[in-house]
């Protein structure tokens, strides 16, 4: 195991790959609907796989690093400072409408509480750099990808100038939960919404 761990290796992402966005939609579960307007899985594949390719918001690959075993990519993660990350909520919000134009509107017309307890989410505090979002392929799960790609960030965090990294995790995600807490980050705060119950975490680095 720990020969398979040493042949992890974190890149910047690349606009070109071919799970980048399929990731991001992993690690966003259900929330993804509310962002394409859709629950039907061509339309989500297809939605993230332009914002991943587009620059200049929260799922691009701009912002992206993936994980790689053998030249193949496990895994990805996005992050950046959380002012960065309020600054790319109306772009990507304007890349959403673009996208899908009446679509998304009509969806999340019917899923109110959903949309609700998207644009009213607090993710974080100005001070601290954040891990939007963190997924691994289901058949590398169990080789510290994810471990591997935190302790990335974390280190993107201090070059930055950050002593804090934060991220968020829904309530029942038992297993990331407590993955989190072993790599020591703490709970600091709690978001209860309509739609959904998250923790937020944060571990002082540096």
Not at 131 to 143: K, M, N, V, Y
């Amino acid at each position: 195991m720990s020969s398979i761990k040493s042949e992890i290796v974190i890149q910047k992402a690349n606009a070109n790959s071919v799970v980048g966005g399929k990731l991001n939609q992993m690690a966003l579960d259900y929330m993804a609907y509310c962002l394409s307007g859709s629950e039907n899985p061509n339309v989500l594949a297809r939605t993230f796989r332009k914002l991943w390719k587009n620059g200049e918001n929260r799922f691009s690959h701009q912002y992206a690093f993936e994980a790689r075993v053998d030249g193949r990519i496990v895994g990805m993660m996005t992050c950046y400072p959380i002012k960065l990350l309020n600054r790319l909520a109306w772009p990507t919000f304007k890349q959403l409408l673009a996208l899908r134009k009446f679509q998304l509107i009509r969806y999340n017309m019917a899923h109110l509480k959903l949309l609700y307890s998207m644009i009213s989410m607090k993710e974080g505090e100005e001070d601290e750099f954040h891990i939007g979002t963190i997924a691994s392929l289901p058949e590398s799960r169990g080789l510290g990808i994810g471990s591997k790609l935190l302790a990335f960030a974390e280190e993107q965090a201090v070059l930055q100038g950050y002593s804090k990294c934060s991220l968020t995790v829904k309530k029942e995600n038992e297993l990331a939960f407590k993955l989190y807490q072993r790599l020591g980050y703490t709970v600091s705060g709690e978001i209860n919404k309509p739609a959904f119950s998250m923790y937020r975490m944060v571990k002082k680095i540096g």
